[in-house]
C-alpha cells in the first residue's frame, strides 16, 4: 500500500540547534514529495522536490530526496521560536478511484524552546 | 497570506444538520481541492474541481458534496452532520489540474463544530 511515513512524531530542540526531519515514502509511480510547515491553521508551502530537483534550499532550511531510500530531510539550522510548527510531507498518490491525490504523512511536532 | 479565502471560519451546529463552506482560489488559479483535518485522522484530501469539473476525489463520504461555480469560486456542501464530522476544513487552489507538479496553496480553514 503506498503511504507517506514521517519521523520524529515529535521534537523539542533548543533555539539555535539544527534539527533533522524525515519522511519516507512508498509510492508507486513516485513524482514529487512536497513540505509543508502548519502554524495555527493552514499549512504552507515550502519545497517540492522531484526527481529533476533533489535539492532545495530556502534560507534556513534545505530539504534533499533521496531516491535510493525513498525518504527525505527537512533540515532547519540555528532555529528560532518562530520555527515551531508542525512539518507536514505529501505525495501525490493513487485514490481509489484510480486518480492522483495529495496524501500527507502525519506530520512533526516541532518545539523550539528560547 | 496564500491568497485562498474561505469562509466562514468558525461554524457550531447540531447533529443532523447541513452546512455550507465557501472558498475563493488565488487569482489565476484553476483548481480547488477540500481537505478535512481532525485529530485521529491528519489531513485527508475530500474532492478535487478543475475549472468547474470534478477531477478528483478523495475518500469523501455520500453525505457531502461539493462544486465549483464559473467564477471558480467552490462550496463544500455537509448534510446529516454527526459528531464526527466536527474537523478543521481547508481549501486549497493550485494553478494547474494536475496534483504532481502543482504546488498546492492552503486556505485559513473553517473550524466546524456539530454539538
Known amino acids: 500500500e503506498d503511504k507517506v511515513v514521517q519521523s520524529p512524531l515529535s521534537l523539542v530542540v533548543h533555539e539555535g540547534d539544527t534539527v533533522t526531519l524525515n519522511c519516507s515514502y512508498e509510492v508507486t509511480n513516485f513524482r514529487s514529495l512536497l513540505w509543508y510547515k502548519q502554524e495555527k491553521k493552514a499549512p504552507t508551502f515550502l519545497f517540492m522536490l522531484t526527481s529533476s530537483g533533489i535539492e532545495k534550499k530556502s534560507g534556513r532550511l534545505s530539504s534533499i530526496l533521496d531516491k535510493k531510500e525513498l525518504s527525505s530531510i527537512l533540515n532547519i539550522t540555528a532555529t528560532q521560536t518562530g520555527d515551531s510548527a508542525i512539518y507536514l510531507c505529501?505525495?501525490?498518490?493513487?485514490?481509489?478511484?484510480?486518480?492522483?491525490?495529495?496524501?500527507f504523512g502525519t506530520g512533526t511536532r516541532l518545539t523550539i524552546i528560547p | 497570506d496564500s491568497g485562498v479565502t474561505q469562509t466562514p471560519k468558525h461554524l457550531i451546529t447540531a447533529t443532523g444538520q447541513r452546512v455550507t463552506l465557501r472558498c475563493s482560489p488565488r487569482s489565476g488559479d484553476l483548481s480547488v481541492y477540500w481537505y478535512q483535518q481532525s485529530l485521529d485522522q491528519g489531513l485527508q484530501f475530500l474532492i478535487q474541481y478543475y475549472n468547474g469539473e470534478e477531477r478528483a476525489k478523495g475518500n469523501i463520504l455520500e453525505r457531502f458534496s461539493a462544486q465549483q461555480f464559473p467564477d471558480l469560486h467552490s462550496e463544500l456542501n455537509l448534510s446529516s452532520l454527526e459528531l464526527g464530522d466536527s474537523a478543521l476544513y481547508f481549501c486549497?487552489?493550485?494553478?494547474?489540474?494536475?496534483?504532481?507538479?502543482?504546488?498546492?496553496?492552503f486556505g485559513p480553514g473553517t473550524r466546524l463544530t456539530v454539538l
Open positions: 486549497a487552489s493550485s494553478v494547474g489540474g494536475g496534483v504532481s507538479y502543482n504546488e498546492q496553496f
Open positions: 505529501a505525495s501525490p498518490l493513487l485514490s481509489n478511484f484510480g486518480n492522483e491525490k495529495l496524501t
